[in-house]
């Protein structure tokens, strides 16, 4: 059974910072590359980034510069350190694998960030 478990969300004001944290279990970490969604209200849930299974990775172009993807294979979990945050950057933030995704999406972890 593949567990994807988030972390760290908050509330925060414009400018300021989080670091997301996603702990796994259940599959082979270190032969897939991960990756973070963030589903906003009412919206679709979108790709954020992407870390490959070397040091590689990618960025939406309305996060580039503000967030760093980065894997610890030994302890099996992927993080997402954030700054500079801006209110669109609010949404509930997901981790899973590179497409196709798991089926066994977590809870999620809720960032605001607002005045």
């Known amino acids: 059974q593949v567990q994807l478990v988030e972390s760290g969300g908050g509330l925060v004001q414009p400018g300021g910072s989080l670091r997301l944290s996603c702990a796994t279990s259940?599959?082979?970490?270190?032969?897939?590359?991960m990756s973070w969604y963030r589903q906003a209200s009412g919206k679709q849930r979108e790709l954020v980034a992407t870390?490959?299974?070397?040091?590689?990775?990618n960025y939406a172009d309305s996060v580039k510069g503000r967030f760093t993807i980065s894997r610890d294979n030994a302890k099996r979990a992927v993080y997402l350190p954030m700054n500079s945050l801006k209110p669109e950057d609010t949404a509930v933030y997901y981790c899973?694998?590179?497409?196709?995704?798991?089926?066994?999406w977590g809870q999620g972890t809720q960032v605001t960030v607002s005045s």
């Open positions: 259940g599959f082979t970490f270190v032969n897939y590359a």
């Open positions: 870390i490959f299974t070397g040091v590689t990775t």
């Open positions: 899973n694998k590179k497409l196709p995704s798991f089926p066994n």
